[in-house]
């Protein structure tokens, strides 16, 4: 199956600082993408739809000044993560929706663990 | 908002087959029904999915009842590394909301 691919796998930083996440469909095109966040023991929460060269869409609750998405091209979407916090400590993945696709499956990176000191 | 409902958990023994429920009875005619696994901190798999005929892949098998509103996730045989949570989802494939899935532990 397609391979997606998120970088960092895990990351530690300091309150109030930004990170960010990488989120590559590494053999094919990804018109659609979405980011999710997990934490413990809870399902996967949809934080956001992003569609290749628009902004994205946010679901109700989740602040887009403080998640900042980016989907430049058909194989990469970034998540960032301003000024995080400790309750921003999480689980982030993305997944992709295969280009041309209109019920395709959707194909999951890895996830990035953030924790927040 | 996750459209289906789960059993949280169920056991199976290894090499019997786990039949692993759903319920989705505000379905649309449009949406489809997905089936992913989560194995422990990692990304979600996807397995299959479908509209309304039965659906076979080299993982599992859908069965979809002819009302559409519930499906049975079946892995034939199923095996230590099928241990995982499992998530239904009803979606026309453009947004994938996860309900809460069900914990299948495979018992040797």
């Known amino acids: 199956g397609a391979v997606v691919s998120q970088h960092p796998s895990w990351v530690i930083c300091k309150s109030g600082t930004s990170v960010k996440i990488e989120c590559r469909s590494l053999?094919?095109?990804?018109?659609?993408m979405f980011w999710y966040r997990q934490f413990p023991k809870q399902s996967l929460m949809l934080m956001a739809t992003?569609?290749?060269?628009?902004?994205?869409?946010?679901e109700q609750g989740v602040e887009k000044d403080k998640f900042l998405i980016n989907h430049a091209s058909l194989t990469l979407s970034t998540l960032t993560v301003t000024s995080a916090h400790p309750e921003d400590s999480s689980f982030y993945i993305c997944?992709?929706?295969?280009?041309?696709?209109?019920?395709?499956?959707?194909?999951f990176g890895e996830g990035s663990r953030l924790t927040v000191l | 908002d996750a459209k289906t409902t789960q059993p949280p958990s169920m056991d199976c023994a290894e090499g019997r087959a786990a039949n692993l429920p759903c319920n989705h009875s505000?379905?649309?005619?449009?949406?489809?029904v997905y089936w992913y696994r989560q194995i422990h901190s990692q990304g979600p798999q996807y397995i299959i999915h479908?509209?309304?005929n039965n659906e076979t892949n080299e993982m599992a098998s859908l069965i979809i009842t002819e009302d559409r509103k519930s499906s049975t996730l079946i892995l034939p045989h199923a095996t230590l590394r099928d241990t995982a949570v499992y998530y239904c989802?009803?979606?026309?494939?453009?947004?994938?909301?996860f309900g809460t899935g069900t914990s299948l532990t495979v018992i040797p």
């Open positions: 997944s992709a929706k295969v280009w041309g696709t209109v019920t395709g499956e959707l194909f």
């Open positions: 053999d094919f095109q990804a018109t659609t």
């Open positions: 992003s569609n290749e060269g628009s902004k994205a869409t946010y």
């Open positions: 505000t379905i649309s005619g449009n949406e489809y």
């Open positions: 479908g509209l309304k």
């Open positions: 989802i009803v979606s026309t494939g453009n947004q994938f909301y």
